[in-house]
Nanobody
């Protein structure tokens, strides 16, 4: 059974930084593509960033240059370093795993950017 647990969310001022973490209970973690998605109130869930099993990354245009996704295969962890946060980054952030088209999701962590 796949379990993804996010942490690291919180309240931050505009321009600030947060680092989200996702602990993944996955056998053969290195074979999974991992990602972060976010959902703001009243909006659909959107892709933020993904990282393949080989370490290739992809970012939404809105976060390029500000956010960095990484993974630690020895610890079964995925991270999202978020710098230069803006109020429009406010959302619930979800960790995602994908293998052979099968997606799993964590319960999410709230990020609020406000002064």
């Amino acid at each position: 059974q796949v379990q993804l647990v996010e942490s690291g969310g919180g309240l931050v001022q505009p321009g600030g930084s947060l680092r989200l973490s996702c602990a993944a209970s996955l056998r053969f973690f290195t074979t999974y593509a991992m990602g972060w998605y976010r959902q703001a109130p009243g909006k659909q869930r959107d892709l933020v960033a993904t990282i393949t099993s080989g370490g290739s990354t992809n970012y939404a245009d809105s976060v390029k240059g500000r956010f960095t996704i990484s993974r630690d295969n020895a610890k079964n962890m995925v991270y999202l370093q978020m710098n230069g946060l803006k109020p429009e980054d406010t959302a619930v952030y979800y960790c995602n795993s994908n293998k052979w088209g099968t997606n799993s999701w964590g319960k999410g962590t709230q990020v609020t950017v406000s002064s």
